[in-house]
């Protein structure tokens, strides 16, 4: 309709154009009124007007006066009426220009790739589900858009009312099978990290089976999320799906304490080639390349795998968009008192879906990230421990050769230390970026690494 309106006015302004040219022919072209003797002239036709004489001579002078004055008033009348016209063009193109911005912007919200993005959170039997809900909900900015599915597994009766409470803000979905799992002897300990397993599956499957969604973000009902966790994943999920190299986002920053990341750099993200979890984002295709193989048990321990991770990264977040508050847990609280408890919740909202995030495609980052790590100043332990020999806020690179060695330096530095299929947690290239006393310092491997050591795990 808008295109339509265009072509009107184009063709008003093309035959205001010509109009005005055919009448300027018109009279260019007109023979002359009254001029005696001259070949081609004489009268009007039906004139009574004869040639010669002065009687023709004083007569044509006084109709050709009268001729001048009679055409001088009807062009300007003309021109007053092509004038007009040409305010109404105007008007109307005005108006219809208004309307075609504005038929733009709708159709850009329709038609602009507005693509759903779930969120799962897992649910058992914590009734303080109700603080991550409660969270996702008040910063959700469309329901439509990012519609929550809670999956229950554990029948837990109190947990399920809580969830209820909820009415249609959220989609409540239960895990059908609640019978124990047979294992081994000496993993009946670990009964309940053989249900979550199977309830991660059962969950995973309804997303992207039943519900037919394209992507999930996934949270565990013991997850807060920061103000800008929806931006960031709808930032992120482009970037995902163009880079081949990527095959999960997360909210979660292991070495996320308050005194180990830049509270300045909110909107500083990374690269990680250990799969963080707490809060992440993964597509169908990814799902059916797992779910076939899925583990009985340890899902994310598995996901560690180099034989799931293929050698792929994830992003991550300098500032952490989850923080957890489940001590109680399958876990029994590891690392909870430890590290979990200290992790720094943003609360600085990033426009991330207005920012350039090209630079972490695999090429472009991985160029600038080497060339920052080794061209940063090589220092001891010991000199950054003292920190007065050192000047700026760096970076600094620390090195480490072996696993006892890395072990040592990052217990020395207050990041963890431990390894998964010989990943460290937040490493990328085996490197580990963090701030110390607000210096940012890199926990290296030796310049040309190739490779994770899978026997350091």
């Avoid at 109700?130 to 469309?142: E, F, H, M, T, V």
């Avoid at 909870?336 to 992790?343: H, N």
């Amino acid at each position: 309709m808008v295109r339509k309106k265009g072509s009107l006015i184009l063709c008003g302004a093309f035959l205001f154009v010509v109009w005005n040219a055919l009448l300027l022919l018109y009279l260019w072209g007109r023979p002359p009124v009254g001029h005696l003797g001259e070949a081609g002239g004489g009268a009007e036709p039906g004139g009574k007007e004869e040639w010669g004489g002065d009687r023709g001579a004083k007569g044509g002078g006084a109709n050709l006066a009268g001729e001048v004055i009679r055409l001088a008033e009807e062009v300007e009348a003309e021109l007053e009426t092509q004038k007009k016209l040409l305010k109404q063009i105007e008007s109307h193109r005005s108006v219809w220009a208004q309307r075609k911005d504005l038929g733009k912007r709708d159709t850009e919200d329709v038609t602009s790739p507005q693509i759903v993005i779930p969120i799962l959170v897992i649910a058992c039997d914590r009734v303080t589900v109700r603080r991550s809900l409660d969270r996702l909900i008040q910063y959700r900015p469309s329901v439509k858009l990012y519609p929550i599915i809670v999956s229950q597994d554990c029948g837990h009766a109190e947990t399920a009312r809580v969830i209820g409470s909820y009415g249609d803000q959220v989609t409540h979905i239960r895990q059908p099978d609640l019978s124990d799992i047979r294992v081994r002897p000496e993993h009946r300990k670990f009964q309940g990290y053989y249900k979550i397993s199977r309830h991660y599956r059962w969950a995973l499957n309804q997303v992207f089976n039943t519900f037919s969604q394209s992507t999930v973000v996934i949270v565990e009902d013991d997850l807060e999320v920061a103000p800008d966790f929806f931006e960031y994943f709808r930032a992120l999920y482009p970037v995902l799906r163009a880079d081949p190299s990527l095959w999960c986002v997360s909210a979660w920053n292991d070495n996320g304490r308050d005194a180990l990341v830049d509270p300045g750099k909110a909107e500083l993200l990374h690269r990680t080639d250990f799969f963080p979890g707490l809060g992440w984002m993964l597509l169908k295709d990814l799902w059916g390349e797992l779910e076939p193989k899925w583990p009985s048990a340890f899902w994310d321990d598995w996901m560690r795998q180099p034989e799931q991770r293929r050698d792929r990264s994830c992003i991550r977040p300098e500032v952490s968009r989850t923080i957890t508050f489940g001590r109680k847990g399958v876990s029994l609280g590891q690392f909870f008192d430890q590290y979990l408890r200290y992790i720094k919740l943003n609360g600085e909202f990033v426009p991330f879906t207005k920012q350039d995030l090209s630079n972490l495609v695999k090429e472009q980052y991985d160029e600038r990230f080497v060339k920052e790590v080794y061209g940063a100043p090589l220092v001891r332990v010991e000199d950054l421990m003292q920190g007065s020999t050192l000047k700026g806020t760096g970076p600094y690179r620390v090195q480490y050769s072996s696993r006892d060695s890395f072990k040592v330096l990052a217990r020395n530095l207050g990041v963890m230390d431990d390894l998964k299929s010989g990943v460290p947690r937040t490493g990328y290239r085996g490197v580990v970026s963090f701030l110390h006393r607000g210096r940012r310092v890199f926990l290296s491997p030796p310049e040309g690494w190739t490779k994770y050591d899978v026997s350091w795990s």
